[in-house]
């Protein structure tokens, strides 16, 4: 026989039944993040996501094409100590200093968990990279997102002045493509109240590096990723570089198997035979971009300086623009009301005949 309180419970259990319901339990933090969302299908020419349109690092190719079946059925080494070794010697520091990640979303993520409590204040620049407001609200934390100055350098004394237990920088800046001065980053790294994050996704193609100062044994992490230079983006193969007590930290947030195994050997696979490959496809992006934004000043488009693999070009109307690129058979990416902007296109750089049909394509659909 169920008694007065077996009823309540039961009572209970049928309100929580409902869809309604389902978001009234989910945390508040979560209330109004919107999935992300990128443009869908295929396109002939894709410029909107910033990966390396010359295609995958040949000796990465090799090795998925030489996949043993243990591979697939067994789980990866926990924390990828051979990954990190290889990563390690491509930027100069002991393996100890480098945490892998299923991306470099996955450690900008894991780091914001475990370096703040829930409801400390998360300082980035606007405009920046779109998820770490995302992911300092998914950990409980209070983003606040400071403008760009007019030349599109950080606003050092404003970050500071938030007392933010976590700064996150972006240098080359996406999607303003700016490299940040090393004196700014210095500044920011001496007077920071906690830890400093420095996105370097785009490292490769311009700016300084500052894993000098990940190695400094102040409160520093540098991210970067095998997405872009390395044209590993489907594999979802990142990185981080702190002091080994910081790299501690960000591991214990992030779990033991978040790199997968056919990721995880591609990748090795590139940084042991593909360096060269990956120089000269990085060349031809400088060159190409430089050339790129000479030729859209000529057809009267300004575009922003850029130390990226892609160019941001200001336009009345975005989203406009970018379907009738996407009609011509160009895609980019459409980013409206940037703070301090307005509306832009994203345009990644790739080989010159992509960008010429891109020129052209502006050029009719203006």
Do not use: H
């Amino acid at each position: 026989m169920l008694t007065a309180n077996d009823n309540r419970a039961a009572g209970s259990a049928a309100d929580n039944r409902g869809a309604d319901s389902v978001a009234a339990l989910a945390r508040e933090s979560y209330r109004g993040i919107a999935l992300y969302s990128t443009p869908r299908g295929r396109c002939s020419v894709d410029l909107s996501d910033n990966t390396n349109l010359w295609g995958a690092p040949p000796a990465a190719l090799r090795t998925l094409a030489a996949v043993r079946d243990e591979d697939v059925t067994r789980y990866p080494v926990a924390y990828e100590p051979a990954l990190a070794a290889a990563l390690a010697d491509y930027v100069g520091v002991s393996a100890d200093m480098i945490a892998c990640g299923c991306g470099s979303d996955d450690v900008l993520d894991s780091a914001i968990r475990a370096f703040a409590e829930p409801g400390a204040v998360v300082c980035l620049p606007e405009p920046s990279f779109s998820m770490i407001p995302v992911f300092a609200r998914t950990n409980g934390l209070c983003p606040v997102a400071i403008p760009l100055t007019r030349s599109f350098d950080v606003d050092v004394d404003a970050m500071l002045e938030t007392g933010a237990r976590i700064i996150y920088l972006c240098s080359p800046n996406n999607p303003t493509g700016g490299a940040l001065p090393r004196r700014t980053v210095e500044q920011i790294v001496e007077d920071a109240r906690g830890l400093v994050i420095i996105d370097q996704a785009y490292a490769e193609f311009g700016g300084d590096s500052f894993t000098d100062l990940a190695s400094s044994g102040r409160p520093v992490l540098v991210t970067r990723t095998m997405s872009k230079a390395f044209g590993l983006a489907g594999l979802r193969v990142g990185f981080g570089i702190g002091s080994p007590e910081l790299i501690a930290e960000v591991l214990k947030a992030r779990g033991p198997y978040k790199v997968n195994a056919l990721g995880e050997r591609a990748a090795i696979a590139a940084l042991d035979s593909d360096r060269a490959w990956v120089d000269e496809r990085v060349d031809e992006v400088v060159a190409n971009r430089s050339d790129f934004r000479a030729e859209l000043a000529k057809r009267g488009f300004a575009s922003l300086e850029s130390s990226a693999n892609f160019v941001l070009v200001p336009v009345d109307d975005c989203a406009a623009t970018a379907s009738r690129l996407e009609r011509a058979g160009i895609r980019v990416r459409a980013l409206p009301g940037l703070t301090g902007i307005g509306d832009a296109i994203r345009i990644a750089i790739g080989p010159w005949e992509l960008m010429q049909r891109c020129l052209d394509a502006m050029v009719a659909s203006a």
